[in-house]
Every structure is written in C-alpha cells, then in structure tokens.
C-alpha cells in the first residue's frame, strides 16, 4: 500500500486546516490510519488513528476535542480536520498504515507498529 499525504500549509492560531491521506493499492480498506507529527529536534508522536472501517478512533491527549479524524473507504482516503490550532502544532504531519483484520478496531499508538508511511506535510502554526 502507498500513502500520499496532502492538505498541510501555514495558518494563524485559532485557525483550522485539513491535511488528508490518500491510500493507494490492492486492499486499501484493510488497512488502520493514523497520523503522527514530529517537531524539529523531536520524537514522532502519535496524533490520531482510525480503524479498518471507521468505527474506532482514538487521539493524544493534547488534540483530543480539537481534532477530527474521518475516512472516505469509497476514495481512499482519510482526513484530518484540525481546528483552533495553536503554535505547539506546528510539525511535519505523517500518515501511517497498518494492515488489519475485520474484527480489530484497536489504534496503535506506537510507530513501530506501522510499516507504511507517507512522505508527510508540513503544518505551520503563527502566534
């Protein structure tokens, strides 16, 4: 499977953006999404995930309520809608796969659970 990340930009605080995934490949429906961000100088951090078929979501602490995640299995893709962003967002988002089967709907959280990434988008957040 390929990932074609898309949608990053620079916004002010407070403001919104949608940064979305595009999944390509034989089985792209099989596969759970999350997104991941990595500041300069820091770790990849997980931001939010979504099941196989949309039923499960999960996200960090520090996005939760601010944060949407939502997947398109008829085109393939998955978004992120992100409003009243704040600086601290700032970072190069990343979305990852993992292939799963129908009846799992955890998240993974951990990147090493992850072997297919996209090439990420920078998101730029102005104080």
């Known amino acids: 499977v390929q990932l074609q990340a898309s949608g990053g930009g620079l916004v002010q605080a407070g403001g919104s953006l949608r940064v979305s995934c595009a999944v390509s490949?034989?089985?792209?429906?099989?596969?759970?999404v999350s997104w991941f961000r990595q500041a300069p100088g820091k770790e990849r951090d997980f931001v939010g995930g979504?099941?196989?078929?949309?039923?499960?979501?999960d996200y960090a602490d520090s996005v939760k309520g601010r944060f949407t995640i939502s997947r398109d299995n008829a085109k393939n893709t998955v978004h992120l809608q992100m409003n009243s962003l704040k600086p601290e967002d700032t970072a190069v988002y990343y979305c990852a796969a993992k292939h799963t089967i129908p009846s799992v709907s955890d998240i993974y959280t951990d990147t090493n659970e992850y072997s297919h990434w996209g090439q990420g988008t920078q998101v730029t957040v102005s104080s």
């Open positions: 979504i099941s196989r078929s949309g039923s499960s979501t």
């Open positions: 490949g034989r089985t792209p429906n099989r596969y759970a």
